[in-house]
T-cell receptor, first 111, second 113 residues
Framework: QKEVEQNSGPLSVPEGAIASLNCTYS??????FFWYRQYSGKSPELIMF??SNGDKEDGRFTAQLNKASQYVSLLIRDSQPSDSATYLC???????????WGAGTKLIIKP | GAVVSQHPSWVICKSGTSVKIECRSL??????MFWYRQFPKQSLMLMAT?????????EQGVEKDKFLINHASLTLSTLTVTSAHPEDSSFYIC?????????FGSGTQLSVL
C-alpha cells in the first residue's frame, strides 16, 4: 500500500462545475496535509494546507480533512480551464517538512 | 514570498559527463534544502536532505557518490549528477521550508543522451 494514494485520472470536469479531488494516507500519525498544483514541466505550487479536521476555504478552493477516515480532499468551485493541471497531495508526518507525496491526479477542465 | 532560484532550467548532456544544478535562496537563509526527482507522470521522490554546513542525508536507494550535494552556505545548495546515464534523465527540483510551507525552485529538466 502506498503511503499517499490518489487516483491518477484524468478527471474531466466541465467549466464552471465543481472538481473534487481525493487523497488517502496510511499513517495515522500524519499531522499536516497539503495540496499542490503542478503544470507540466513546472514545479509544484501550493494551493492549500490543512491541519485540523473539517473544512478550510480559500477563494474557490476548499480542503476537507477527515483524520478518522484518513482522507483529505480538495474541491474547486467554478472550475476554469486554467485549473487544468496535476494536483498533488502531500502529507507531513512531523514538523520537518519531509513531505510524502501522492502521484497526483490530472484534472482537465473542458470549456 | 521567499524565492528559490534554480539553474539551469534544462540541460542536455552526454552520457558519462557530470552536471551541476544550483539552488539559491534569494531573500532568506535556507538552512535546509530538499532535493527531489520526478519522472514523467510520477510523484516527487525525495532524494536527499541537505543542511547547511553538514553532510546531506540520502534516502534509501539514492547513491550518495553519484548525486553529490553541497550546502556550504545558507544561500546556496548544489546537486551534482556525476557520470550521468540516460536513466538519470528526469526533472530535478529543490525546495526549502519556510513560513509553514515549502518554497520550490523552478526545476531542472535533465536529458542524458
Amino acid at each position: 500500500q502506498k503511503e499517499v494514494e490518489q487516483n491518477s485520472g484524468p478527471l474531466s470536469v466541465p467549466e464552471g462545475a465543481i472538481a473534487s479531488l481525493n487523497c488517502t494516507y496510511s499513517d495515522r500519525g500524519s499531522q499536516s496535509f497539503f495540496w499542490y498544483r503542478q503544470y507540466s514541466g513546472k514545479s509544484p505550487e501550493l494551493i492549500m494546507f490543512i491541519y485540523s479536521n473539517g473544512d478550510k476555504e480559500d477563494g474557490r478552493f476548499t480542503a476537507q480533512l477527515n483524520k478518522a477516515s484518513q482522507y483529505v480532499s480538495l474541491l474547486i468551485r467554478d472550475s476554469q480551464p486554467s485549473d487544468s493541471a496535476t494536483y498533488l497531495c502531500a502529507v507531513n508526518r512531523g514538523s520537518n517538512y519531509q513531505l510524502i507525496w501522492g502521484a497526483g491526479t490530472k484534472l482537465i477542465i473542458k470549456p | 514570498g521567499a524565492v528559490v532560484s534554480q539553474h539551469p532550467s534544462w540541460v542536455i548532456c552526454k552520457s558519462g559527463t557530470s552536471v551541476k544544478i544550483e539552488c539559491r535562496s534569494l531573500d532568506f537563509q535556507a538552512t535546509t534544502m530538499f532535493w527531489y526527482r520526478q519522472f514523467p507522470k510520477q510523484s516527487l521522490m525525495l532524494m536527499a536532505t541537505s543542511n547547511e554546513g553538514s553532510k546531506a542525508t540520502y534516502e534509501q536507494g539514492v547513491e550518495k557518490d553519484k548525486f553529490l550535494i553541497n550546502h556550504a552556505s545558507l544561500t546556496l545548495s548544489t546537486l551534482t549528477v556525476t557520470s550521468a546515464h540516460p536513466e538519470d534523465s528526469s526533472f530535478y527540483i529543490c525546495s526549502t521550508p519556510g513560513d509553514e510551507k515549502l518554497f520550490f525552485g523552478s526545476g531542472t529538466q535533465l536529458s542524458v543522451l
